[in-house]
């Protein structure tokens, strides 16, 4: 998935517009609904898996 806009949590954490989101938590994303259901467990934080310019970055998201 592309990632278009960034704001907010996501923003702090490094992502960027152009990020293509491969994975939540070590669970491969491959539809919006996918994160959306990730993004709506209770957990305090979680690590995104992007690939950006060729490389693979995890960052790590804190929520709440």
């Known amino acids: 998935l592309v990632i ?5 949590i996501a923003e702090r954490a490094g992502v960027q517009a152009g990020d293509l989101l491969l ?3 070590t669970t491969s994303v491959t539809t919006t609904e ?3 259901a990730l993004a709506a467990r209770p957990d ?6 992007v690939l950006r310019d060729g490389s693979r970055l995890f ?5 709440g």
């Open 4 to 8: 278009e806009k960034v704001s907010g």
């Open 23 to 25: 994975a939540i938590n």
């Open 34 to 36: 996918q994160v959306r």
């Open 44 to 49: 305090k934080s979680m690590a995104l898996l």
């Open 59 to 63: 960052l790590p998201l804190r929520l």
